[in-house]
């Protein structure tokens, strides 16, 4: 019953992060139709500094909120106390799937701020390909808590 409700509650910060995306790509694409935002020039110091950020922020996010999980899940594996156990992927879960899932959000603002600079929607699609791996599932959970082919 408790696996339930850890997916359950993972599952609400997985859709949320597509949902933020939705909102953050309408809200963005109002400004700059209704509201006649002025994209900033991608070879400008600040268009610069966008790219930066944003591509620093996918790979780290992606790489680091994946591996720094399984790292953890390890961790997990030896604690015998059930609730525990769940308390902490429950934690652990969320962290992984915010991290990543923020990069989403983060490469469709800069794409609209960029004015529609290609390279920050591939950065977004890499993010969401990365979230796509942290979908949670009860049999993926049970999977990466249990001891099961680990060396």
Excluded: H
């Amino acid at each position: 019953m408790m696996e339930k409700q850890v997916n359950r509650i993972l599952n609400v910060f997985y859709y949320g992060c597509y949902v933020l995306a939705v909102v953050a790509a309408g809200v963005m694409f109002w400004l700059v139709r209704k509201q006649g935002m002025e994209p900033i020039d991608v070879m400008s110091a600040a268009g610069k500094a966008v790219q930066y950020v944003v591509i620093v922020y996918t790979v780290g996010s992606v790489a680091g909120g994946l591996y720094l999980f399984k790292r953890m899940t390890d961790k997990m594996r030896r604690i015998d106390d059930k609730e525990e156990q769940l308390r902490r992927y429950r934690q652990w879960g969320i962290v992984r799937i915010v991290l990543i899932g923020t990069g989403v959000t983060l490469g469709i603002v800069a794409f609209y701020l960029l004015g529609g600079y290609t390279s920050m929607i591939w950065c977004a699609a890499i993010s969401a390909i990365g979230l796509y791996f942290c979908k949670p599932t009860l049999r993926k959970m049970e999977l990466e808590l249990s001891d099961s082919g680990q060396p």
